[in-house]
């Protein structure tokens, strides 16, 4: 009966989650492959965390979340989200953090070496569409972000996101870049 309970707040939860304010896309010229920002409002989510540091800390820090949330029969009901950690990423140093958080209901317990993580949410420009590896997605951001024409600017106050959708069973995934933005 609780299990059934978390999974209905966990439904709950979703559903609140994915209630996003979208404005008008913005595309900044056709020459970028008509990469298209939209502005979004993420509300506030409760998530089990993981992060690691090495030089290829993703897979390494994703594990351990999706195995918890498999044990506890969540998957249906979350929304998994990649992060950068402290050492970021430098051209002097291999070695980054990386991690990986779920989102979970509230009342859960999270053991150890797993941490809460509070997403605080608000507004973020989301890029759906980009070629390749989250890290040209980034670099597709960064554009708008140098666009003085632009009226966001990034807010260094929460996290930069990438949000992981499952293809299916294959273990592939789209991966929108969420950066934090407020009016310039």
């Not at 979350?78 to 430098?90: A, C, D, I, K």
């Not at 605080?120 to 597709?140: C, K, N, R, S």
């Not at 499952?166 to 310039?184: A, M, Q």
């Amino acid at each position: 009966m609780l299990r059934r309970l978390f999974w209905v707040i966990g439904v709950i939860q979703i559903l609140a989650c994915c209630l996003l304010v979208a404005c008008k896309p913005i595309n900044l010229n056709e020459e970028n492959k008509m990469a298209k920002v939209e502005i979004i409002k993420l509300h506030p989510m409760r998530t089990v965390a993981y992060h690691v540091v090495d030089t290829s800390p993703e897979d390494k820090a994703m594990e351990p979340v999706l195995k918890w949330i498999a044990e506890n029969k969540l998957e249906g009901t979350m929304r998994l989200f990649g992060f950068n950690t402290e050492p970021y990423p430098s051209e002097e140093n291999s070695a980054y953090g990386f991690g990986f958080c779920a989102t979970i209901p509230e009342g859960l317990e999270i053991p150890s070496p797993l941490y809460e993580k509070r997403l605080p949410g608000g507004i973020y420009a989301v890029l759906f569409d980009y070629d390749g590896h989250p890290g040209f997605g980034w670099e597709e951001m960064g554009k708008y972000q140098n666009d003085p024409d632009w009226e966001w600017r990034y807010d260094d106050s929460r996290p930069g996101l990438e949000e992981h959708i499952s293809r299916g069973d294959k273990g592939e995934y789209l991966s929108p870049i969420l950066l934090p933005v407020k009016k310039k």
